[in-house]
C-alpha cells in the first residue's frame, strides 16, 4: 500500500488542522494505520491509531485534542488536531501495518511521506 499525507500548515496555538492520508490498493480496510511525528532533535514518537476494526489508541500527551479516524470507502485516514499547542509543531507521518502492536514504529511496514505541522504561540 502507498500512503500520501496532507493537511499539514501554520496555525497559531489553539487552533485546529486536519490531516488526511491517502492511500493506494484495494486491501487498505485490513490494515491497522498509525499516526506518528517527528520534531526537529527527536525520535519519531506515536501519535494515534486506528484498526481494522475501529478500535483507536492515543499518546497521553494528545488524548482529548486528537481524534483519528479512518474512512474505507475513501481510502483515507484522517487526524483531526484540536487545541494545538507549539510542542505539537513536528513533520506528521502516516503508516500502515497488520500487526496487532500499533504504538511501535518499526512494526509499520509502510510510511507516507510526511507533512509539516507548525504551531506558533
Known amino acids: 500500500v502507498q500512503l500520501q499525507a496532507s493537511g499539514g500548515g501554520l496555525v497559531q496555538a489553539g487552533g485546529s488542522l486536519r490531516l488526511s492520508c491517502a492511500a493506494s490498493?484495494?486491501?487498505?480496510?485490513?490494515?491497522?494505520m498509525g499516526w506518528f511525528r517527528q520534531a526537529p532533535g527527536k525520535e519519531r514518537e506515536f501519535v494515534a491509531a486506528i484498526r481494522w476494526n475501529g478500535g483507536t489508541n492515543y499518546a497521553e500527551s494528545v488524548k482529548g485534542r486528537f481524534t483519528i479516524s479512518r474512512d474505507n470507502a475513501k481510502n483515507t485516514v484522517y487526524l483531526q488536531m484540536n487545541s494545538l499547542k507549539p510542542e505539537d509543531t513536528a513533520v506528521y507521518y502516516c503508516?500502515?501495518?497488520?500487526?496487532?502492536?500499533?504504538?511501535?514504529?518499526?512494526?509499520?511496514?509502510?510510511w507516507g511521506q510526511g507533512t509539516q505541522v507548525t504551531v506558533s504561540s
Open positions: 503508516a500502515a501495518t497488520r500487526r496487532w502492536e500499533v504504538s511501535t514504529s518499526a512494526l509499520y511496514d509502510h
Open positions: 490498493g484495494r486491501t487498505f480496510s485490513s490494515y491497522n
